[in-house]
C-alpha cells in the first residue's frame, strides 16, 4: 500500500464550479498535512496546510482533515482555468512524503 | 525575499558519465531538502540537512548519489555514475520551520 495515495485524474470541472480533490494516508501517525499545486514544468508551491481534524479555509481554498479515516481533501470554489494544475497532496510522518498527485483541468 | 536558487536548469549527459547540481537556500533557512521527481511521479525525498548535518538520507542511493551542505548554507548533489533511470527533476527547498518548504526552480537531467 502506498503511503499517500491520490488518484491522478485527469479531473475535469467547469469554470466556476467546485474542485474536490481527495487524498488518503497510510500511517496513523501522521501529523501535518499539506497541498502543493505543480502547474506544467514548474515547482510545487505550498497553497494549504491542516493540522487538525475538520476544515480551514483560506480563500477559495479549503482543506478538510479525517484522522480516523486517514483522509484529507481539498476543495476549490469558484473554479478559474488558472487553478488547472496538478495538485500534490503530502504529509509529514517521519519525513514529508508526497502523493503522486491529480490532475486537475478547469473547462472554461 | 530571494527565493531558492538552483543550477544548472537543465542538463543532458550520457550514462556513466558524472553530473552536479548546486542549490543555494533562502537566507536564514536552517532545513535544506534534496528531492528527486520523476515525470508523473511526486517528489521523493532524497536527503535533509539541518545546518550542516544530515537528518535524513534513507532514500538516496548512497553508491552512486552524494550531497553536502558546507557551512550550512549552500548544497551540492552528485550523481556518480548516472544511470538511465535518474533521468528526472532535482528540486530544492529549503524550510524556515519543520512543515513550511519552500522549492527551487528545479534541475531536469536527462541521461542517455
Known amino acids: 500500500q502506498k503511503e499517500v495515495e491520490q488518484n491522478s485524474g485527469p479531473l475535469s470541472v467547469p469554470e466556476g464550479a467546485i474542485a474536490s480533490l481527495n487524498c488518503t494516508y497510510s500511517?496513523?501517525?501522521?501529523?501535518?498535512f499539506f497541498w502543493y499545486r505543480q502547474y506544467s514544468g514548474k515547482s510545487p508551491e505550498l497553497i494549504m496546510f491542516?493540522?487538525?481534524?475538520g476544515d480551514k479555509e483560506d480563500g477559495r481554498f479549503t482543506a478538510q482533515l479525517n484522522k480516523a479515516s486517514q483522509y484529507v481533501s481539498l476543495l476549490i470554489r469558484d473554479s478559474q482555468p488558472s487553478d488547472s494544475a496538478t495538485y500534490l497532496c503530502?504529509?509529514?510522518?517521519?519525513?514529508?512524503?508526497f502523493g503522486t498527485g491529480t490532475r486537475l483541468t478547469i473547462i472554461p | 525575499e530571494a527565493g531558492v536558487a538552483q543550477s544548472p536548469r537543465y542538463k543532458i549527459i550520457e550514462k556513466r558519465q558524472s553530473v552536479a547540481f548546486w542549490c543555494n537556500p533562502i537566507?536564514?533557512?536552517?532545513?535544506l531538502y534534496w528531492y528527486q521527481q520523476i515525470l508523473g511521479q511526486g517528489p521523493k525525498l532524497l536527503i535533509q540537512?539541518?545546518?550542516?548535518?544530515?537528518?535524513?538520507d534513507s532514500q538516496l542511493p548512497k553508491d552512486r548519489f552524494s550531497a553536502e551542505r558546507l557551512k550550512g548554507v549552500d548544497s551540492t548533489l552528485k550523481i556518480q555514475p548516472a544511470k538511465l533511470e535518474d533521468s528526472a527533476v532535482y528540486l530544492c527547498?529549503?524550510?524556515?520551520?519543520?512543515?513550511?518548504?519552500?522549492f527551487g526552480p528545479g534541475t531536469r537531467l536527462t541521461v542517455l
Open positions: 527547498a529549503s524550510s524556515p520551520s519543520y512543515n513550511e518548504q519552500f
Open positions: 500511517d496513523r501517525g501522521s501529523q501535518s
Open positions: 491542516i493540522y487538525s481534524n
Open positions: 503530502a504529509v509529514i510522518h517521519e519525513k514529508l512524503t
Open positions: 537566507s536564514g533557512h536552517a532545513t
Open positions: 540537512f539541518q545546518n550542516n548535518g544530515v537528518v535524513d
